[in-house]
């Protein structure tokens, strides 16, 4: 039986026969898992596929394990097929994937791997830094969640500032620290930041991530067995402890009493204790009075969501990112400028929207377009709604600041007259009105005054008018805007 596993090295003594870690198979699996997430309207049932993790090929099947009966039954029974076509859509060897139990595992199986819920982040920390290349000279794919690779503005330079301390070894007083914000704007970035680059410096300190959910899944299932001794040892004997989404333990009195012991653990030898949480210390709920007043007692600070120059920065960055893997992957600004206007989420969508493109390409084969962007789209955002007549004449009186007296008027200041032709061609290729019901909102008497506008911007355009085509792009995109309840 031949086994290729995600995680551990050495030959069991059984005899199986196992192959070098073939970590491009793990990483397909992330990307298959990305996709599909992508692709799919994000809810809290997603949370389920959090739990999941990569094991071993075995006689060329992939298999995931599940941490419980529970977690397995409710995967199989919502994401097995679209995770299925997923990882057919990104494995060239055309594998199928295996869901099961991880204490159904064979034994000699598990001895190899090790616990991966546990040993997660020291893999992800080799492959992020290059040493992910699997049996076949595969690179491992998927962006490393690093400094460089992290966009740094106004809404989170703070956090980027403290993380990068912590990484160096810096002196900080506060042994607890709290990182919050909404989710999707980066907390999981930033600690994963820290923890490659305290795992390059390599200077001796030790250190541990785990998510809040999954120290919750090991301590229920270790105390279920009588046994919390190792998830105990492995969080407690850290210089650098960093738990990721906090709220995932509210109201869990035994793990909270447990994570409160391992936070004590680590400050009481000096050591510090990275969390990032949804809520700001003081409006967290459901905390043990103990654990509430630890960290309302921490340095916090706050990761805001990130403004629109912010956003396509980001886009702009893991472009570059995916450009590596997909040399032909490159967006115009105006696409830029789209996906800005219409998925008003913060990194985390946007990537999304990202990956989902990257997909529709072929991963190569073929150039993003506009077209294939839209589609995307209205996959993530559901499909526009077609503007009124009178939303495109408000957001044109709003994005040139002239008032509506002035934009039905029959001025020929160009200040007035350029507005008012953009409102009519707008009105013209974003609806389906005629000519005269368009005349008839801006209080013309006949047709040929839109007919005219409509002519006049369209020349412009067939032209090549950079600056008018840019133009258009913003006032559309503005729109699009109001439609959204941004305006």
Known sequence: MGLTYGVGEQKPATGVNVRNVHLGAKALWSKSLEAMQAKTTPDNSQ?????????????????????????????????????????????????KLKFELWSRIPADV???????????????????????DGEDGEAAIGHAMTFSTLVTGPSNARAVGLGKRLAKGAPIPAGVIVIYGEPGTGKTHILKAVEAETARKDDGRRLAYISAEEF???????????????????????????????????????????????????????????????AAPGDMVGLSKELAGEIKGA?????????????????????????????????TDAMVDRIVATIRGAGRELCGVLWSLQLETGYGELAPTPEMLETVIRRIAGEPRTPTLDEIKRTC????????????????????CHPRQVAMYL?????????????????????????????????ALDKGDRDMSDEIERVKNAVFDRLAGHD
């Open 299 to 331: 340095a916090s600070v706050e990761v805001a969501m990130p403004d629109d120059e912010m956003r396509k920065a980001i886009i702009r960055r893991h472009v570059e990112l995916i450009a590596k893997d997909t040399p032909n992957f490159a967006l």
């Open 47 to 95: 949370q389920w596929l959090t739990d999941l993790r990569f094991v071993a090929e075995v006689n060329n099947a992939i298999v995931v394990a599940a941490p419980d009966q529970l977690t397995l039954d409710r995967v199989i029974a919502s994401f097995e097929r679209p995770l299925q076509q997923a990882w057919q859509d990104v494995d060239p060897k055309r594998r």
């Open 427 to 459: 009105s013209r290729v974003m609806t389906d009105k005629s000519f005269p019901q368009i005349a008839t909102a801006y209080k013309k008497k006949d047709h040929t005054t839109v007919l005219h506008a409509y002519r006049k911007i369209k020349q």
């Open 216 to 278: 919750m899944t090991r301590f229920v299932n270790d105390a279920r067995a009588g046994d919390t001794s190792a998830l105990q040892s492995y969080v407690k004997q850290n210089d650098l402890l960093m738990i990721d989404d906090l709220h995932w333990i509210a109201g869990k009195a035994k793990t909270d009493k447990a994570f409160f012991g391992a936070l004590r653990a680590v400050t009481s030898m000096g050591g510090h204790v990275i969390i990032t949480a949804d």
């Open 110 to 132: 598990r001895d190899v791997v090790g616990d991966p819920w546990l040993n997660e982040s020291a893999f992800e920390a080799d492959a992020e830094f290059g040493f992910a």
């Open 397 to 416: 009186m709003d994005v040139y600041r002239i008032s509506k007296t002035d934009i039905e008027s029959s001025s020929k200041v160009r200040t007035i």
